[in-house]
C-alpha cells in the first residue's frame, strides 16, 4: 500500500461541534503532517510528528489538537472552531523527517465550519 | 526564515510550446528545493527535487543558488501537463524548522491544444 488515505472526504460541522479528522499510511513512514489549505492557496504546514512525538506545531490554535496513536495513524481533532477554519486540510508522510524525504500527501478532508 | 517565491499569473501556452515555470527562493543556508504538481482531482504530488537531477515527465529543473532560483522547464508542453505547479523548499537548518516544508504561491499552467 503506497497511498495516504484521509477520512471523511467532506465534513460539515458547526462551532460546538466536536469531530475528529483520520489519516493513514502503511509505508512504514515515522514522520506524518498536517497542512491546511485554503481556496487557491498553497498548503500550510500546521503540525509534524516524528516517531509518534510532535515534533513541530506552527503557533497553531488550540481548538486543531493532532494525535499520533501509533506510526501508521494521525488524527486532528476539532472542537469550537470557526468559519475561517473551513479549509482543505491535508495529510502527508514521509520516510523520516528531515529535508531530503518526500512527502507522499492524501486527498484531503474538505472541511466546512457553519 | 525561508521563504519561497512564485508568479502568480497563471501561464498559457500552446502544445509542443517550450514553458518556464518561475521559482525563486530566501533561504540562509543550503536549501532542498522541491517541485509538486496538483492535476486536476489528483492530490498533491512531488514531480521533481534538485538533489536527484532528474528529467520527469520531461521536466528539469536546476539551482542556481547565484540567483537564487528553481525554474522549472519543459521543451515541449503536453496538454496533460496542465495543472497547478508548486515550487518548495525545505532546510537544512535544525530546530524548529527541521525538514519544514514551504510552499510558493503556486502557479496554474493551462496547454492549449
Known amino acids: 500500500d503506497t497511498e495516504v488515505t484521509q477520512t471523511p472526504k467532506h465534513l460539515v460541522m458547526g462551532m460546538t461541534n466536536k469531530k475528529s479528522l483520520k489519516c493513514e499510511q502503511h509505508?512504514?513512514?515515522?514522520?506524518m503532517y498536517w497542512y491546511k489549505q485554503k481556496a487557491k492557496k498553497p498548503p500550510e504546514l500546521m503540525f509534524v510528528?516524528?516517531?509518534?512525538?510532535?515534533?513541530i506545531n506552527e503557533s497553531v490554535p488550540s481548538r486543531f489538537s493532532p494525535e499520533c496513536p501509533n506510526s501508521s495513524l494521525l488524527n486532528l481533532h476539532l472542537h469550537a472552531l470557526q468559519p475561517e477554519d473551513s479549509a482543505l486540510y491535508l495529510c502527508a508522510s514521509s520516510q523520516d523527517q528531515g529535508p531530503s524525504y518526500e512527502q507522499y500527501f492524501g486527498p484531503g478532508t474538505r472541511l466546512t465550519v457553519t | 526564515a525561508q521563504r519561497v517565491t512564485q508568479p502568480e499569473k497563471p501561464l498559457s501556452v500552446f502544445k509542443g510550446a517550450p514553458v518556464e515555470l518561475k521559482c525563486n527562493y530566501s533561504y540562509s543556508g543550503s536549501p532542498e528545493l522541491f517541485w509538486y504538481v496538483q492535476y486536476s482531482r489528483q492530490r498533491l504530488q512531488l514531480l521533481l527535487r534538485h538533489i536527484s537531477r532528474e528529467s520527469i515527465k520531461g521536466f528539469t529543473a536546476d539551482l542556481n543558488k547565484g540567483e537564487t532560483s528553481f525554474h522549472l522547464k519543459k521543451p515541449f508542453a503536453q496538454e496533460e501537463d496542465s495543472a497547478m505547479y508548486y515550487c518548495?523548499?525545505?532546510?537544512?537548518?535544525?530546530?524548529?524548522?527541521?525538514?519544514?516544508?514551504?510552499f510558493g504561491q503556486g502557479t496554474i499552467l493551462t496547454v492549449h491544444p
Open positions: 509505508m512504514g513512514h515515522r514522520a
Open positions: 518548495a523548499l525545505s532546510g537544512r537548518g535544525g530546530g524548529t524548522s527541521y525538514g519544514k516544508l514551504t
Open positions: 510528528y516524528s516517531y509518534e512525538k510532535l515534533s
